[in-house]
């Protein structure tokens, strides 16, 4: 797909949507459904970020296990109206060392240098983790997965570093979270929002408020988005 540059879509930066990767979508048939929901909330884009683990997983072993399940839901899915274009890509668990691993290139959104980039889940992180992130910013555009679950300040280095981050619909929409998500959007480094979508709950309802939620700001986001899986096509 040839983007119109001036046109807005709307993307879903995180979702985990493909098959079988991980424990977010079981079948085929529940991928489908997140599909359709998304098409019906107007989502013209899901970038497909199953969870990468570097303790459990090989960049290889991901990567063909990503393209198979891809492939086996393109097959399967024609028939859904308004199909969402999908970028692969992957959500990955940041660890210390890892700006020496190899193949980290093929975990990024298709085609662009854009890495989504989870951080653990502990109070405090040490140093030669952030250390890491810090240097893996400097070989690629890191956006911080669902940064509203931790504080501005904890993540203020990582985004001196250049890290970008991306919020999560339902952070935007959930009453605590909304004056740290303010505080996110004042830093401008919102550049991405996501469904973060795990089975089918809610499905996309959030997601859908969360737009409105944002308004302007949200539109601002979405154009950010863009760019930076435009880059995918300016390099294809
Ligand atoms: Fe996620």
Redesign the pocket.
Known sequence: MIMDMEKAIVIDF?A?ILPELDHGCGSVSMAQKQLELAAKAGVDMVVA?SHFYPHLDTVPGFVQARKEAYDRLLEESLAIKNMPELLLGA?VLACKGMERMEGLEQLCVEGTKVLLLEMPFTKQWEKPLVDSVCKLAKKFQVIL?HADRYSVDSVQELMEAGCLVQLNADAVCSFKKRRLCKKYLQTGAVAALGS?IHGIKTGYRKFIKAQKVLGKSGEHVMKKTKELCRKAEAQA
């Open positions: 995180h985990h970020t959500e997965a973060d």
